[in-house]
């Protein structure tokens, strides 16, 4: 049996099954709040759960909490092809970021069962637990523990705003599994997403083939100065922390600026203490968060950002520490689940480009340890990360269809 382009999946019961998943961790303004660990994510994960059951799919859950719905192939030898996402959410986060490629890989399975259709290779779906790096930084964190980038027990003691461990919190919601992490072989992985920018939408193309992620730097910085009265003390005797981290924020911006069009510089996390306002800030701790799609450019950009920190710091008699808590360097995504992808939106008829991720995802990891790729929809007005998110039923069926078509002729067809 060959893959034609009617065979589809059922856009309606995708997008149902987004809106369903969207009532757990609800946000305040029609967005998703279901972080990581929390009780709110639990219940996903279980909705998720019995959703794999009636599907007929058998559930491995390892040491991070990472979930694995598996549909048998007729090849039980033959390393299974993966396809997934993440679960949770940001804090006032959308309600299609990662939950769609979760779900849109439920989908495949429901499609193959309705279609009566099986597979010499296993697939399995995949929720990678905690890809934010909202509550517990950094981004992308049990997919970096099972690709070998970070040491399991170094996650686990990752800390949250309130001194939460994340190995406590994954225990306390009950999805603590017995499985060593790491140990799957994957014969591919394939990760949907929404494109998180207004490329796709913009050119109004269906598809987005990613070819590429931007790698990343997440810098944690604490600037110490001295807490003082803001009326009694001259401005000549201040060691104003606050001043120190206005002047970074200047300076990571203008660094970003001068590598367009590609390069993206921003402090989003910023802590003052003791934020009083008649106190000079007297400590403040934020986040770098640097990105570009070449790895010299984003070294360079490091390099500058904190020699001009150092300037900066001497200049305003403050103490500084940098410490690196993200980092990944651009990857490339497999050839041959690029063209899997590209070959499928054609097939069906969708229109397509080849696009640079900005963000960063799973896949990002998962291509370290199997042949990875990724298939962007568009989304409104480029806006994610925001709970105003939004996708038509359209886009999150077409990008389902090339995702279903990939991982199908990927997993090779039996009858
Ligand atoms: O930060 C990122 O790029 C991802 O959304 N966690
Ligand atoms: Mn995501
Ligand atoms: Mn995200």
Redesign the pocket.
Known sequence: MALTSNLQIDGDRLWESLEEMAKIGPGIAGGSNRQTLTDADGEGRALFQRWCGAAGLSMGLDTMGNMFARREGTDPDALPVYVG??LDTQPTGGKY??VLGVLAGLEVMRTLNDLGIRTRHPIVAVNWTN?EGARFAPAMLASGVFAGVHEEDWAKARKDASGKLFGDELKRIGWEGEEPVGRRKMHAFFEY?IEQGPILEDEGIDIGVVTHGQGLYWLEVTLTGKESHTGSTPMHKRRNAGLGMARVIELVHEVAMDHQPDAVGTVGHMDVHPNSRNIIAGRTTFTIDIRSPDKETLDSMRERIEDGIDTIAEALDIDVTVDEVGHFDPVTFDGACVSAIREAADRLGYTHRDIVSG?G?DACWINRVAPTAMIFCPCVDGLSHNEAEAITKEWAKAGADVLFHAVVETAGIVG
């Open positions: 996402s993440h970021d990662g890809e997403h963000a995802h």
